[in-house]
């Protein structure tokens, strides 16, 4: 469980997050949405360490993240997956190469040990035997699996994810989607996604929260949001549809 507790972040004077408080639940997708510049990737990023908040905490369970200095926060960083809007790959590197790196960096494991795990998190992702692959060879939609793959290599706790279905056709981002849902309940983690995209919404969006103007402005579950009585909210979730519609009409 990840808690937020009255956060307040401004940059130059601005402020962007307005006293937000919420809390992220364990083995559910939970969904931060709003329009481009609502303060939505500022709360994200809030909550990995990569902003300080002016006021307020996050909490870790039971531990104050925000009070943790950088060397205390490496033992939760090690308990965090990210998977990155672009997939964040090193481009000189293989896919196995990729995906082994986290356990180069915290653990002290053999070859081995690395290599079969590895090889658990590929096969995970359904991309067995793509060990040797470079990021050029993969599509849009394999370089997001194997980023999947190097996220929960260290078998995380928390995992953030950035625009995970961000330039992927429709099919893709429903695959995605499926998997990440599937992962975040089988090993029970606490998993939040920072989105635009509507169908993530309605498929996995067990819990949702809708940033406006740097106010937690609604949450609920996606059945809430169909009957939900928020204008903002309404004009958002319309806005989407009507852009993901007209994207997909102009790729036919």
């Known amino acids: 469980m990840?808690?937020?507790?009255n956060i307040i972040k401004s940059f130059d004077g601005r402020t962007v997050l307005n006293d937000i408080s919420v809390q992220f639940e364990t083995g559910k997708t939970n969904l931060i949405i709003g329009r481009s510049g609502s303060g939505k990737t500022v709360l994200l990023?809030?909550?990995v360490g990569l902003h300080t908040p002016d006021s307020g905490s996050v909490w870790y369970d039971d531990t104050n993240f925000t009070?943790?200095?950088?060397?205390?926060?490496k033992a939760i960083r090690k308990d965090i997956g990210m998977i990155f809007q672009g997939g964040a790959l090193l481009d000189s590197s293989t896919v196995e190469e990729n995906i082994k790196l986290p356990l180069d960096l915290f653990t002290s494991q053999s070859e081995e040990e690395k290599l079969e795990r590895v090889n658990f998190c590929l096969k995970r992702v359904r991309l067995d035997n793509a060990n040797k692959l470079y990021p050029a060879e993969l599509s849009g939609g394999m370089i997001k699996r194997v980023a999947i793959a190097r996220a929960?290599?260290?078998n995380p706790r928390y995992l953030f994810c950035d625009e995970p279905n961000s330039g992927l056709d429709p099919q893709t981002s429903i695959v995605i989607d499926n998997l990440i849902h599937e992962i975040t309940e089988e090993y029970n983690i606490t998993t939040i996604i920072n989105t635009h995209d509507m169908n993530s919404v309605m498929e996995i969006g067990e819990k949702i929260v809708y940033i406006h103007r740097g106010h937690k402005w609604w949450e609920g579950s996606n059945q809430d949001i169909l009957e939900a009585d928020n204008r903002e909210l309404n004009d958002f979730v319309f806005a989407?549809?009507?852009?993901k519609r007209a994207k997909a009409s102009a790729t036919k």
């Open 67 to 73: 009070q943790l200095s950088f060397m205390e926060r």
């Open 2 to 5: 990840i808690r937020v507790e």
């Open 152 to 154: 929960i290599v260290l």
């Open 240 to 243: 989407s549809a009507m852009a």
């Open 45 to 47: 990023k809030t909550l």
